[in-house]
């Protein structure tokens, strides 16, 4: 009686496991990282306009090099929220009990988001940090340690708002896309336009949090014009100093994301289908 072996597994396929086993894991950094770098130009326009700089000549090369250098700072980030993220949701399920999968309960993922944001707000901090001009000659990384070592309270609760905001529009922009799907089909096109739309809503509805974060970054701004007291038509249009550039940004950021995913974590875009 003979016993039946296992076949072979080749070195590709055991590259192949390897990889799927930890793509979860490293894939969304991966992706942020590669996605950000093409975008630097619109973030460092963004940052200008909210602080009232000139925009500084840019050219390929210091278009390149910003890039290279915010591209682990987005990894960072988005590694960060994605890392903690499964642990908040338990432990938002745990404190206000579990709730049926089919449930779609946006209470619950404002307040894991808000979570989330607290957690992550040093490297949000160091992120932005890297795309403001600085007066002094300092390097990308320090821009990203002194930013990250300069967090506080205030600059926490702006990012706190500007994340949970911006959740929430992902929700509802999710069931925007999934309305319009089912009304007149699917295919790419509507895919990607989604995803686009979706991310410029979000950064627009949440750009004035981002610009108050923004100016409280920069020692020398006058956060103080655009506080509650002196809340007016006039500070609101100067919460929305940058809001172009940055919509655009955010709205390529989510295609090239998304897409990137697809082709670094197997089965992404099965598991979406």
Not at 96 to 119: C, F, N, Q, Y
Request: net charge positive.
């Amino acid at each position: 009686m003979s016993i039946p072996t296992q076949p072979a597994v080749s070195y590709k396929q055991q590259l192949s496991n390897g990889w799927s086993a930890v793509a979860n894991y490293v894939g969304p950094p991966i992706a942020a990282g590669i996605s950000f770098f093409p975008l630097y130009y619109l973030f460092n326009r963004k940052s200008c306009q909210q602080l009232g700089d000139q925009m500084p000549k840019m050219t390929i090369k210091g278009a390149v090099k910003g890039g290279c250098a915010l591209a682990p700072s987005a990894g960072l980030m988005v590694g960060s929220q994605m890392a903690c993220q499964p642990f908040v949701d338990k432990g938002v399920n745990y404190v206000l009990g579990e709730k049926p999968k089919e449930s779609s309960d946006i209470g619950r993922m404002l307040i894991s988001s808000a979570v989330t944001g607290v957690i992550s707000s040093p490297f949000v901090a160091g992120f932005n940090g890297q795309t403001i001009e600085s007066k002094e000659k300092l390097s990308e990384f320090q821009k990203f340690r002194l930013s990250v070592k300069a967090t506080n309270r205030q600059q926490v609760a702006a990012i706190v708002a500007q994340e949970t905001i911006f959740m929430a529009s992902v929700r509802g922009g999710k069931l925007v896309s999934n309305y319009v799907k089912a009304t007149i089909g699917d295919n790419w096109v509507i895919k990607y336009t989604s995803i686009f739309l979706t991310g410029v809503v979000g950064a627009v509805l949440n750009h004035s949090a981002n610009t108050f974060f923004t100016l409280s970054q920069r020692k020398d701004s006058k956060i103080e014009e655009i506080s509650l007291k002196n809340l007016n038509r006039k500070t609101l249009a100067r919460l929305m100093q940058g809001w172009k550039p940055r919509a655009l940004a955010v709205g390529a950021f989510c295609v090239i994301y998304d897409k990137l995913q697809e082709v670094i974590i197997p089965h992404q875009k099965e598991n979406r289908s």
